[in-house]
């Protein structure tokens, strides 16, 4: 199904001029290319660089509209969730957090040359990395923010708001702890290349106490279809979600004030 999605993306692509003209790479990215997609849980990103016409990161109304069109005919002939990351140069300047930056520079491309794609990654990659203590900070910051946004929804989701609460919970909280501990990887200087190799190296960090959670996302993920139908299973598992995603959390926080204090920041 991968490489159908990707010929009939190639080809709604060329044959719109209004898009086509604005682009200048296109690539799979996400569980797809890491062929660690799961029926009925994942989706298929696809990471879209627009020409930056006006250095701004804006782009043209028009040229979204193209783009919707095209992922309603992806997703309605394909029966699949079909996800466009629509970014420019400037948005990897200026806001977007070096785990998707690292995950983005390892895209499999199919429109565009794939060596200019990796030098371009190459380049900003070397600029974000360059200070120790401002990457660990940023990481810091990604990781508070993404327990937040989990600890929010958690209080706030409920069946009567969606029918489907519980397993809408358990995925944020599985997609979020990975990508924590993804980050918890790149601030120690590691990155990892698949969800199965963030779960292995991740129990290696010398400064996360309990790791138990991150096995258990993984488990929990890679069997989706048996566990998203046992409603007490998934409710138990989001309070053990909680608590470790606060505990890692706090785990990350806590060797970042040592490294302020060991660095004299």
């Known amino acids: 199904m991968k490489n159908d999605i990707i010929s009939q993306l190639s080809n709604l692509v060329t ?14 990215i996400g ?16 990471l879209f ?10 782009i043209e109304l028009q040229v979204l509209s193209e783009l919707r069109k095209i992922n309603k005919k992806l997703c309605s002939q394909f029966s699949l969730d079909v996800s466009f990351l629509t970014h420019t140069i400037f948005d990897f300047n200026s806001y977007v957090e070096i785990d998707y930056l690292t995950h983005y520079s390892w895209g499999e491309v199919f429109y565009g040359e794939q060596e200019d794609f990796e030098i371009l990654f190459s380049k900003i990659l070397q600029y974000k990395a360059e200070n120790e203590g401002q990457r660990k900070l940023n990481i810091c910051n990604a990781v508070i923010h993404r327990r937040f946004n989990c600890i929010r929804k958690y209080v706030s989701v409920n069946e009567y708001l969606n ?21 918890c990887l790149i601030y120690n200087g590691h990155y990892a290349k698949s969800k199965k190799e963030i779960v292995l ?25 048996q566990y998203k139908k046992d409603k007490n299973y998934l409710d138990n598992f ?5 608590d470790g995603m606060q505990q890692t959390t706090n785990n990350l926080l806590a060797d970042y004030e040592l490294y302020k204090t060991n660095n004299n920041l």
């Not at 569980?31 to 696809?46: C, F, K, Q, V």
């Open 49 to 58: 660089i627009l020409k930056d016409t006006d250095r701004k990161g804006t």
């Open 201 to 225: 190296e991740f129990e290696n960090l010398h400064f996360i106490k309990n790791c138990s959670v991150l096995s258990l996302c993984y488990d929990v993920r890679k069997n989706w279809n």
């Open 15 to 28: 044959s719109s001029k209004i898009v086509s003209k604005s682009i200048d790479f296109i690539a799979l």
């Open 163 to 183: 029918p489907n609460y519980i397993q809408f919970i358990s995925k944020l909280f599985i997609d979020n702890l990975i990508e924590i501990a993804d980050l």
């Open 238 to 242: 989001i309070l053990i979600a909680v």
């Open 31 to 46: 569980s797809y290319r890491e062929h660690e997609a799961i029926e009925n849980y994942s989706d298929i990103d696809i």
